[in-house]
């Protein structure tokens, strides 16, 4: 089974601070993404890697960042987290190649900006 | 520019009838389409998926269908379930691409 874990399930911090968000896969798959959802918007791409140190932007890459050092990790990083920033965030992994584009989920990452 | 459209934000149904969920897409080079369920707390899950080839899957009690003349897709799920309930995002991606459009979802409420 795929596996995809996320660092942290619940977090809570401050406007202004730097926030760390990682992602870690087991199935050696090339493609990682990062999302955010929000209600009635559903879920809008961040960033995506399709292979380690590469990186594109996806729709809304503003205020964000991200690092794939190693295939398996794939990490997002608000410089300076803002009020707006709260949501879930949720990292996916999929292989790349036609026709496989099935992503798996992690559990998502909660996160509150005060 | 939402690509992937999900217009219906909550449908609920009652339990043994069938849940047809609708999804309309707008870029044409989409050729591989997938649904995802979602429970609170966690994150989606692979539900079913279609390429462009077919205009029907199904799986069990899953079946979507593609129309792509008319760019929509739909998932009907039959007998609905209690737990069914939760929500539905639709997702779009060109079949090299890998990169993945998904709807605003729709959350499926089955009453026993």
């Known amino acids: 089974d795929v596996k995809v874990t996320q660092s942290s399930r619940y977090l809570v911090k401050r406007t202004g601070e730097k926030v760390f968000l990682e992602c870690v896969q087991d199935?050696?798959?090339?493609?990682m993404f990062w999302y955010r959802q929000d209600p009635g918007l559903g879920l809008r791409l961040i960033y995506f890697?399709?292979?380690?140190?590469?990186?594109e932007k996806g729709d809304i890459p503003e205020g964000y960042s991200v690092s794939r050092e190693k295939k398996e990790r794939f990490s997002l990083i608000l410089e300076s987290a803002s009020t707006n920033q709260t949501s879930m965030y949720l990292c996916?992994?999929?292989?790349?190649?036609?026709?496989?584009?099935?992503?798996?989920f992690g559990p998502g990452t909660r996160l509150l900006v005060l | 520019d939402q690509q992937v459209k999900q217009n219906s934000p909550s449908l609920s149904v009652q339990e043994g009838r069938i849940s047809i969920l609708n999804c309309d897409y707008t870029n044409s080079m989409f050729d591989y389409f997938l649904w995802y369920k979602k429970y609170p707390a966690e994150g989606p899950t692979f539900l079913i998926s279609?390429?462009?080839?077919?205009d029907k899957n199904e799986d069990g009690r899953f079946t979507v269908f593609l129309n792509k003349s008319a760019k929509h897709l739909s998932l009907h799920i039959v007998p609905s379930q209690p737990g069914d309930s939760a929500v539905y995002f639709c997702a779009a991606s060109d079949y090299n691409n890998n990169d993945m459009r998904f709807g605003a979802g729709t959350r499926l409420t089955v009453k026993p």
């Open positions: 279609i390429s462009s080839i077919k």
């Open positions: 199935m050696d798959h090339e493609n």
């Open positions: 996916a992994s999929s292989h790349r190649g036609m026709g496989q584009g099935t992503q798996y």
């Open positions: 890697s399709y292979d380690v140190k590469m990186k």
